[in-house]
T-cell receptor
Framework: AQTVTQSQPEMSVQEAETVTLSCTYD???????LFWYKQPPSRQMILVIR??????QNATENRFSVNFQKAAKSFSLKISDSQLGDTAMYFC???????????FGDGTTLTVKP | ETGVTQTPRHLVMGMTNKKSLKCEQH?????MYWYKQSAKKPLELMFV???????ENNSVPSRFSPECPNSSHLFLHLHTLQPEDSALYLC????????????????FGPGTRLLVL
């Protein structure tokens, strides 16, 4: 069974600074996808970034980037130049391609302070 | 606009009521999902449909009954729910469940906030 662990229930960062959210996972599979989703107070789940396990290059989307360490089963999210609109709960998610099953972490509540 | 819509957005029901949640995706996807999100808890996957066939039932009580008449629509029929079933119910879709080369990103709807009295 796959597990996803987000060890930081809550984090805060000053506006314009950089913050890193951690995520580790456990799987015996070799083919899978990893995602970070953002859930603002509106509760709408929004895709932030995704990483294919077979790609060594870390994914980047504007101010969001990941540090994917496959051997260590680590998938952290770095938010640069934090903005007030980044305040949300962030979920790390793992999708087992073969089984078609998704597993989400417990989430990290990020607060960006002005 | 994510291309996934859910109705109603809010629902209050008694324990003896029967209601249905509706999800529709306009993305041409073949896989659809139901998730439950309780307060301050992680997402719980409930059901997965791939090409209208149910491929996953995560030990969900029978008072929740899913229906997938076609790849664009997904329903969750509710009957004799309990107060602890109050939660945000999220629908999502993706291109397809299986296949390494297929887009696996799930796109979520806005959710239905359910309160069971």
């Amino acid at each position: 069974a796959q597990t996803v662990t987000q060890s930081q229930p809550e984090m805060s960062v000053q506006e314009a600074e950089t913050v890193t959210l951690s995520c580790t996972y456990d799987t015996s599979e070799n083919n899978y996808y990893l995602f970070w989703y953002k859930q603002p107070p509106s509760r709408q789940m929004i895709l932030v970034i995704r990483q294919e396990a077979y790609k060594q290059q870390n994914a980047t989307e504007n101010r969001f980037s990941v540090n994917f360490q496959k051997a260590a089963k680590s998938f952290s999210l770095k938010i640069s130049d934090s903005q007030l609109g980044d305040t949300a709960m962030y979920f790390c998610a793992f999708i087992d391609t073969n089984a078609g099953k998704s597993t989400f972490g417990d989430g990290t509540t990020l607060t960006v302070k002005p | 606009e994510t291309g996934v819509t859910q109705t109603p957005r809010h629902l209050v029901m008694g324990m003896t009521n029967k209601k249905s949640l509706k999800c529709e995706q306009h993305l041409g996807h073949n896989a659809m999902y139901w998730y439950k999100q309780s307060a301050k808890k992680p997402l719980e996957l409930m059901f997965v449909y791939n090409f209208k066939e149910q491929t996953e039932n995560n030990s969900v009580p029978s008072r929740f009954s899913p229906e997938c008449p076609n790849s664009s629509h997904l329903f969750l029929h509710l009957h004799t729910l309990q107060p602890e079933d109050s939660a945000l119910y999220l629908c999502a879709s993706s291109q397809e469940v299986l296949g390494l080369e297929i887009e696996e990103t799930q796109y979520f709807g806005p959710g239905t906030r359910l309160l069971v009295l």
